[in-house]
């Protein structure tokens, strides 16, 4: 009961303080409300008008290449064993499913048209040296370049033979604008990546049935095995709208920055727990606990205990502001859940072990420094300011070894629909730096001269 | 009967004797003065004995038991009221009894009532809901005594608690000491305020440079300077001729001058009357008034160490 008691004081103690209060409470609502709107064009897709903007160039001939195709059978050695009869089979099948299967409708109609990728697409069709000039006036993010033989390729992809050609869809990005080049790229692999998986089925089918020795024809010919295949390029085009392009929604600027800021004003109640030991020592409040019988180790708990559930309140007033007032979506509210007591759980560590070290010292360096300087340092490593991504890669593996970091990485990752599985890592890593700082407290607390000798007034004698 | 009994007991903080080889007693139901100046080891034997810190060596009993083996053995039972205010500043007054009351275990209707009994006899009952940096430096102190208060001690320990108070403060911290000890309270009373001393304590220890000097009631204190006097002159003047024939005078031990003022200090002083008066109209001074002081703490310390208490 008496570890309850002091929690419950430090609690009131540190929220009757009004600057407390602010820099702890008030001020991540209000920078998160003012960051989200000020960048929303940088992270939002939820208007056309914050849409990424694109140029697509068309380097291919449509007619040209759609002939070529056409032309296929003449130029590979696996038709030249078939009779005049099975090839003008095969001729009139390719005018079939070339007249069935459009690549370019597929590519526009199916893939950027989408409903859901409009959201976040916007683009036009250009020549190359316009896309360029827009490009350097910042007019547009990327341009997506379909080279020569897409649409070859694309036919020779989708058709039922055994032949797999690669498809390489370039993009010139503009460096001034990472986030987008980012995004663009994401979509248009997981284009490529989610045409692969009817291709490779296809490829499967014909390689298998060629080694049972099956005749080609035989393969291409079975109306059953053919439908099945125009199936899975219609899953896969699903895929491509449903899955691989929620998959790569980037987060509003208002979701990033409300975690974002909570990651970051959380390690301020750190820094504020880094002052009550001492304090609790110079206001000779201490000494009179320890007159009172309360064990000193009962003491350090309640601090732990009270950075704890100081910084838990604050992640709880930020998830709820940022919800019911900006409409930010967290995710799955048990992930979201887990993450919090893990993050805490860091965060208490970290603050108890910077109480220790201002009292093992006998001032407030420590705490100062932190809540100064280390602050600013560990909330720029860790994505507070700026996106993650942007860093140089070293700060962005760095983040997943800071509690601010490893935290948003953890949320940002629930927004965008990840599972327990996927922010494991985050979760460990919060956890073990919990358990590290944890163990430097006792350490330094059960030294020498750590919590002992506490006197009312260490000027006098 | 003894409560507590202090025995040799030392306190060094590397080369410094904080306190050297001190033994002292408090009988039950006493009110216990230590008295000295800054820095004579006042609050160092007050936190040896409140269990804030192990002696060096020696030994602090409570009730028979040893403190320093068995700190619980008096914890609950004593109540201890620091020099300076050990309160949470951003609380309330009532916040801060509740918070007090909860750490020695009192709960509920038991802790209420108790904050409404203590708030009666530190009179601040009107103020207990204003936050504590709201309040005066008097009514401050008053908390911190609240504070020790609430678990009903055995033994309280007041270690300088009107330091820095307006005077209607200090007077009713003092009444609040003498109503307590009435009421059967054993207190220990640390003070460099002489008057405090001699107005609240039976008995009296005299602490100067970490070790007691000299102990006992008032009146053996005093004994210790039995006959002696301070006589105060105020002249029109004072010169070197003056000076030297004072001290020719029977029963003058020592003269000392400040400005226009003879300070004398005598034995069997109401003796000296004639010879100083018919001396000083010998020369060009000019008597203005006499003061004769009666033997006082102040002067048993000042006749043990050769210092003023305040220096």
Redesign the interface.
Known sequence: MRVFNIIFKDLKVLLTDKKTLGLLIIMPIILTTILGAALGGTFSSDSDKRAIKIAVVKEYDFAYEKDKFMEFPNNNFLFQNMNQEQLKGLETYMENFSGEFNPEEMFFDGFLDNNDMKKMLQYQVLDLEKAKELLRNNEISSIVILPEDFIYNMYVNFFPLPYRNELDIKIINNPDNYIHSQIIEGIMNSFAETSDISIIGKVTYFETGIDEGIDMMTLSNSEEIIQSFYTIIEEAKVQIEEENVDKQKPLSSIEYYAVAMTAMFILFAAGEGAYLLLEEKDNLTYARMTVAGIPKSLIAIGKYFTIFSFTLMQILVMILYSTLVLGVDWGDKWLVALITLCTTFSIAGLGTMLASMCYKSGNYKMANAFSSILIFLLALIGGSYIPIEVLPKFMHNLSNFIPNGAALKAYNSVMLGDNIIQILPFLLSLIGMGVVFTIIAVYILNTEGGIKNVKYNSAKT | MSLLKVNNLKKY?KE?K?VNGITFDVKKGEVFGLLGP??A?K??T??MI????NPTSGEITYNGESIVEK??AI??K?G?V??????????SGL?NLK??G???GLRGSELNKRIEDISQVIGIKDRLKD?IEKYSGGMKRRINIG?ALLHKPDLLIM?EPTVGIDPQSRNHILDTVLKLNEEGMTIIYTSHYMEEVEYLCSRISIMDM?EIIASGTQEELVDIIKGQKKINIKLDHVDDTLISIIKTIEYVEKVETHENEMILTTQNGENIFKDLISKTAETESNILSIDIKKPNLEAVFLHLTGKALRD
């Open positions: 903080f410094v904080a800054n820095g080891g609050s160092t007050i936190s409140s269990t804030l810190f700190p619980k914890q609950q004593l201890v620091p020099q300076e205010i050990a309160l949470y500043p951003t609380l916040e918070f007090w909860h750490a020695y936050k504070a270690d970490g």
